[in-house]
């Protein structure tokens, strides 16, 4: 909305305010006019003259009703004995002070406006019509006030009304905003959790198996090539699995997303960091399938759990441990002894990884614990919950034990 349209419709509203008063006394004066031109053959000079200039005046005084509503209204009000041109000033004032729908503020305008009208007999002595009644005399100012009063209080609930909405919209906007924060930060949030879950793990394995190439000097050729190969399908994997993740970012609403990795995965992610030099024991003693969501979340640790033992640990042995079934627990155990091997530059920690995990497993209902070990290892325990869900219980058994495949 333009900045400047404010002020100048205020400006018309004063304007259309004013001449509203302006002819609603007009008649009252030309009235008067008339009867005293027809009594006393000429209206006197404050009639002519003075009479205008006073109503001129509560016009001007009219201005700053807003800012001094009752002074302005009661001054305007006593005015109007000696003006009848600023009856409709008197009237405006009453219905400016009724729009505060203040008991005590309109009664006494009210009465200052009905004894000026019952005053104005005396500097007016116009001759009252044979059989007029002075309860007429008196209901006519009272009922016209009234009626002032009835529209100042109807604008000023209408004002109250149009405030109240307008609280509303800005609270509603105000809440929509902070909603719209909140959604942007989740889904940072959400973005960087994913992105640590997939390109942590690989960089991790590609940046030990570049240690243990720089480091050891005694290495075959073969052994070398088979470092690099291991660096490079490491790196391709790590470029596929963000396009996977991103290709999830990106989904329209509606889409369904790719499958996410459970606990049947959980050996080829062994696999996989054998392949890159980590020497990893896998105890897989789960009976019956978990629910996605549980085995996405084993899965996610397990992968931290490796990442972090790549990082921190290179040449250390690792035990995986995974024991459960329906109607219990999922119980994830992953450990590793000290490190063996000094890389010359370890790859750099973020602090968030297990922050994340922690906010993985705080959504299932399940506990985390990690700590260093006596002998400088580390040793990671989760507990979930798996409920009893017919849909999961299949009679599939798969407890194996994975012993030792090579290491580095």
Not at 31 to 52: E, K
Not at 105 to 128: K, R, S, W
Not at 336 to 363: D, M
Request: contains cysteine.
């Amino acid at each position: 909305m333009n900045t400047d349209f404010m002020p100048r419709l205020g400006v018309w509203q004063q304007i259309w305010r004013l001449t509203v008063a302006v002819v609603v006394s007009l008649p009252i004066w030309l009235s008067t006019l008339a009867l005293m031109r027809s009594q006393d053959g000429a209206p006197g000079s404050w009639t002519l003259i003075g009479d205008p200039s006073v109503a001129l005046g509560c016009l001007a005084v009219l201005l700053w009703r807003r800012r001094w509503p009752l002074a302005v209204a009661l001054t305007v009000a006593v005015a109007s004995t000696v003006s009848a041109l600023a009856t409709g000033a008197a009237l405006l004032a009453l219905g400016s002070v009724a729009t505060r729908r203040r008991p005590v503020e309109m009664g006494a305008v009210a009465l200052a406006y009905v004894t000026a009208t019952q005053l104005a007999a005396e500097v007016y002595p116009v001759q009252e019509p044979v059989g007029a009644w002075w309860w007429v005399q008196l209901a006519m100012p009272a009922l016209t006030a009234g009626i002032a009063v009835a529209v100042g209080m109807a604008v000023g609930a209408r004002r109250v009304e149009v405030r109240s909405l307008r609280e509303r919209a800005e609270s509603a906007e105000r809440e929509q905003s902070a909603r719209a924060a909140q959604a942007r930060a989740l889904e940072r949030n959400r973005i960087a959790r994913e992105m640590h879950d997939v390109l942590a793990h690989r960089i991790s394995l590609v940046a030990m198996q570049a240690g243990v190439l720089d480091h050891r000097g005694d290495l075959s050729a073969e052994e070398s090539r088979v470092l690099v190969r291991g660096i490079a399908e490491g790196s391709h994997q790590a470029l596929e699995e963000l396009r996977e993740v991103l290709g999830v970012l990106r989904a329209e609403p509606g889409h369904p997303e790719p499958p996410q990795p459970s606990l049947d995965r959980v050996p080829d992610l062994v696999a996989d960091a054998r392949a890159s030099g980590l020497d990893v024991q896998l105890t897989d003693a789960v009976t019956g399938n978990p629910p996605d969501s549980v085995g996405r979340t084993c899965y996610r640790i397990v992968q931290e759990a490796l990442t972090n033992a790549a990082k921190h640990a290179p040449g250390a042995v690792v035990e995986v441990t995974l024991d459960g079934a329906a109607g219990g627990t999922l119980d994830v155990g992953v450990r590793n002894g000290p490190a063996l091997l000094l890389l010359t530059a370890p790859p750099p920690a973020s602090g968030f990884g297990l922050l994340g995990l922690g906010e993985r497993i705080t959504l299932a209902d399940g506990g985390l614990d990690h700590r260093p070990t006596p002998e400088g290892g580390y040793v990671l325990t989760a507990r979930l919950p798996w409920p009893d869900d017919p849909d999961h219980n299949h009679s599939h058994l798969h407890s194996h034990t994975h012993s030792n495949e090579g290491s580095t």
